[in-house]
């Protein structure tokens, strides 16, 4: 129904074969976009290199988004070899573990504020650079979780902060709208990722959610990149600012 043929879209967050970002990817090519891949650094180059490449991406480049330098280097190689930008995909959190397992009342200033720059502030720093290419609409998406919306055990510092990253998504979408560029969150459901392993007991809440989610099945890679696909097709223009859950309906379950 739709297609992504002649579009260029930027990947960021992909740390292996079972990134909501890779399964985000994998849908962009598979509906004809062309793909620029970034890797946190050269340690995690050698894990992600291979995968954009059998995805066929056009760009492969290094990005800590703590680092102006590095996005203002990234988006310079995009300008210069496409000129132009239609999708942005970003998929980075982090804390600081001591922060994600503690009490969110005892969270420090120093790792509140690590936290926040790279799960949402980063987000709007790719936005402001990807703008500009941005000329003629696009889409812009980030990943969060329902911890934002109501307390999940375990979740910590990280739940105020998906909460602020959702607010960013709609004040974004309401700046952005009348240039035609779309802001989104996609909500996936508990699944099993790298960065979700850092969660305390995170094997209860998957077991929890595959037994109550209505269709009794897990949220996949493959199901965000569907969406997240569709989102970035020029049939869902006016689809905006909104959080998209991802979870067999997980999430309406009280």
Not at 121 to 131: A, G
């Amino acid at each position: 129904m739709f297609d992504l043929t002649g579009q260029k879209a930027l990947v960021v967050g992909i740390a292996n074969d079972q990134s909501i970002a890779y399964g985000c990817a994998k849908a962009f090519a598979a509906q004809g976009a062309e793909l620029a891949v970034t890797y946190l650094n050269e340690k995690a180059e050698p894990h992600v290199r291979p995968l954009a490449e059998k995805l066929g991406a056009k760009i492969i480049a290094p990005l800590d988004v703590r680092f102006q330098d590095q996005i203002d280097d990234l988006m310079a190689r995009i300008n210069s070899e496409w000129g132009e930008l239609h999708t942005l995909l970003h998929s980075i959190a982090f804390s600081k573990k001591e922060d994600l397992h503690g009490r969110v009342v005892d969270c420090s200033a120093e790792g509140f504020s690590l936290a926040m720059d790279i799960s949402v502030h980063s987000f709007l720093r790719l936005i402001q650079k990807c703008e500009p290419l941005m000329s003629h609409g696009g889409t812009c998406m980030t990943v969060s979780f329902m911890g934002a919306q109501k307390v999940v055990d375990h979740y910590g510092v990280m739940g105020p902060v998906k909460a602020a990253l959702e607010a960013t998504v709609r004040y974004a979408a309401a700046e952005l709208g009348p240039k035609g560029i779309s802001v989104h969150a996609l909500s996936p459901g508990p699944l099993q990722t790298r960065a979700a392993s850092g969660i305390a007991e995170f094997d209860a809440l998957l077991n929890d959610a595959a037994e109550r989610a209505p269709t009794h099945h897990l949220a996949t890679i493959d199901d965000v990149g569907a969406y997240a696909a569709f989102l970035a097709s020029k049939e869902a223009f006016n689809v905006t600012g909104g959080v998209h859950p991802i979870d067999g309906g997980y999430s309406i379950i009280g």
